[in-house]
């Protein structure tokens, strides 16, 4: 069955620190998509990004980098020199189109950069 | 582009009453998704619609239903609502394999 974990439940850093979080997910499919989302206090998910599984490659979104690892089946976030309005609950996320093709959501990693 | 919008964005109702929740997609989307969110349970999937068509069922009870018009806009409806059902719900228009949310309605029921 598919499932994104968030292991990370909350984390505090100091602005302009580095800060990654994690999720690890599981599949039977060899075609998925993962994604990452922001929901800021306003409550809206924001998306950020989507890969497929046949894209390994790391994508960086000026201080928004990406992850991706088949080998431990990990989809791991990082933001660089973080600031304040990145406070925010973050969601990875698994789709198979193949299978059910529903987008099923981790448990969401609450951010708060501390000015 | 207009992003989705859902209606209305707050709602109290009390228990056993039943309560309609709508969503409007970005224009040209055709599928839509609906989602609960609780702090216990985090973001859960309710249903998607495409066209009109239930495409896909979360793990609801009954009470929980909803329906897609022509213009592509959805409607959900809890029955007999229960203190529980006190969340928000989301809803969120899909293209391909991205998917845009709305604001959502947070309902409190008492």
């Known amino acids: 069955a598919q499932k994104v974990t968030q292991a990370q439940t909350e984390i505090s850093v100091v602005e302009k620190e580095d800060v990654t979080l994690d999720c690890v997910y599981e599949?039977?499919?060899?075609?998925?998509?993962l994604f990452w989302y922001k929901q800021p206090p306003s409550g809206e998910l924001v998306f950020l990004i989507r890969?497929?599984?046949?894209?390994?490659q790391n994508e960086i979104s000026g201080r928004y980098s990406w992850n991706f690892q088949k080998s431990t089946s990990s989809f791991n976030f990082t933001i660089t020199a973080s600031q304040v309005v990145d406070s925010a609950v973050y969601f990875c996320a698994l789709s198979e189109p193949n299978r059910d093709d529903k987008i099923i959501f981790g448990k969401g990693t609450r951010l708060h950069i501390l000015p | 582009k207009a992003g989705v919008t859902q209606t209305p964005r707050y709602l109290i109702k009390t228990r056993g009453q039943q309560v309609t929740l709508s969503c409007s997609p970005i224009?040209?989307?055709?599928?839509v998704s609906w989602y609960q969110q609780t702090p216990g349970q985090g973001l859960q999937f309710l249903f998607e619609y495409f066209s009109e068509t239930q495409r896909n069922k979360g793990n609801f009870p009954g009470r929980f239903s909803g329906r897609q018009f022509s213009n592509s806009r959805s409607e959900m409806n809890v029955s007999t609502l229960e203190l529980g059902d006190s969340a928000l719900y989301l809803c969120?228009?899909?293209?391909?394999?991205?998917?845009?949310f709305g604001p959502g309605t947070r309902l409190t029921v008492t």
């Open positions: 599949t039977r499919d060899t075609t998925y998509y």
């Open positions: 969120a228009s899909r293209q391909d394999y991205e998917q845009y």
């Open positions: 224009s040209g989307h055709r599928s």
């Open positions: 890969r497929n599984s046949f894209d390994e």
